[in-house]
């Protein structure tokens, strides 16, 4: 690894300051500081619009060490407000690289922080919950006034920023003909790996921009609509839980994601609540209550559906995670409509759970047909 001189450090609001060494943009940036457990997929997580506002800490040692490249990106730019490591390695060795961490950050303006103690970090947020902090390479001479406006930052305007700029409608069709379904993304904040997801099992895709009505949704004669994972709170965004409202009295086959699931919840009258930490990684253990079985997911967030707010009569858990016994996805009873927590494939992470979007595909060539 090329070390440089330069210095930056990192901020908590709890006061706490940590000094390392700068790589990637310069300048200051106000997040909210998690750390995710991921060995792998670095790539996809920094371009992965949920990790829009956060500050990245890694906790593995050394990342970087395949470089990046242009295929394995989950978004077209970059939403981290700064990205945390031990260790990033400037000689990348993959077929496929393209370039260095490095040269990516500078690229897409996020702040690197590299040589500091990251476990003493993550201790920190496991600890104390997922709080704010400042990343800077300008060295902070007023911490008193610094640390008010670090605890004064809030994820505002999530889904909206993360989407500013998307089509209206966007179609996809790769499948022309042979097309079986023709599947909605309410696009909260996508990956690319969800459009993948759909036509690899032969149904075409119509993506909506989340400022879309529902009639606009329902005018492109949609067979089912998938609600993406995204960003920030899920209560905060009135007019888009409005659209799944009406999608849900129109009786259209829905599946939510994430950001999905928790908004749907909502829209059927339960509510979430805001996590300590947050779940974060690739190895999140998930049990199937039906089965019994644990299947290990990748999530990122810091919300949850409060489970003493289902309402079984609505619906029925059939995911918890199997390390708080938290909500991790529901089954309703009166609607077309599946959601998880968890993503049940994509971004260099587990495939134990791609059989959803079978069930959710299923679900909808039954209603389909009715």
């Not at 395949?66 to 989950?74: A, L, P």
């Amino acid at each position: 690894m090329i070390t440089t001189e330069k210095k930056a450090w990192l901020l908590l609001e709890d006061g706490t300051l940590f000094e390392g060494k700068s790589f990637g943009a310069e300048g200051s940036s106000i997040g909210e500081v998690i750390f995710s457990t991921s060995m792998a997929g670095y790539q996809e997580a920094l371009s992965d619009p949920t990790y829009y506002g956060q500050i990245l800490t890694q906790t593995f040692p050394l990342i970087g060490n395949y470089g990046v490249n242009s295929e394995d990106m989950s978004s077209d730019r970059c939403f981290l407000h700064g990205y945390i490591v031990r260790e990033w390695c400037d000689t990348p060795s993959n077929f496929r690289c393209e370039s260095d961490i490095d040269q990516f950050l500078k690229k897409q303006g996020v702040i690197g922080l590299y040589d500091i103690d990251t476990r003493h970090l993550t201790k920190i947020l496991r600890e104390k919950g997922t709080m704010n902090g400042l990343i800077t390479t300008e060295t902070i001479r007023d911490k008193v006034n610094t640390l008010k406006k670090i605890a004064k930052y809030t994820v505002k305007n999530a889904v909206k920023t993360v989407t500013e700029g998307a089509p209206l409608v966007s179609e996809t069709t790769q499948l022309g003909p042979r097309a079986e379904l023709r599947v909605g993304i309410l696009n909260l904040g996508c990956c690319e790996y969800l459009k993948e997801e759909m036509l690899d099992r032969d149904c075409d895709t119509v993506i909506f921009n989340p400022n879309q009505p529902a009639s606009t949704i329902l005018e492109n004669k949609v067979d089912g609509i998938i609600l993406s994972e995204g960003p920030g709170d899920p209560a905060e965004d009135k007019e888009v839980l409005k659209t799944i409202e009406e999608l849900i009295d129109d009786g259209i086959p829905m599946m939510g994601i994430g950001l999905g699931h928790q908004m749907l919840a909502i829209a059927n009258d339960m509510k979430c609540r805001r996590m300590l930490h947050g779940h974060r990684g690739a190895s999140q253990p998930v049990i199937d209550t039906l089965t019994g079985k644990t299947y290990i997911t990748f999530q990122n967030h810091g919300y949850v559906v409060n489970e003493e707010t289902v309402d079984e009569d609505v619906a029925s858990i059939r995911y918890k995670n199997a390390n708080d016994r938290s909500c991790e996805g529901l089954v309703y009873k009166d609607i077309p409509a599946i959601s998880v927590q968890f993503r049940p494939q994509g971004n260099g992470s587990s495939q134990d759970t791609a059989f959803l979007y079978d069930e959710f595909v299923e679900m909808v060539k039954r209603q389909s047909a009715r």
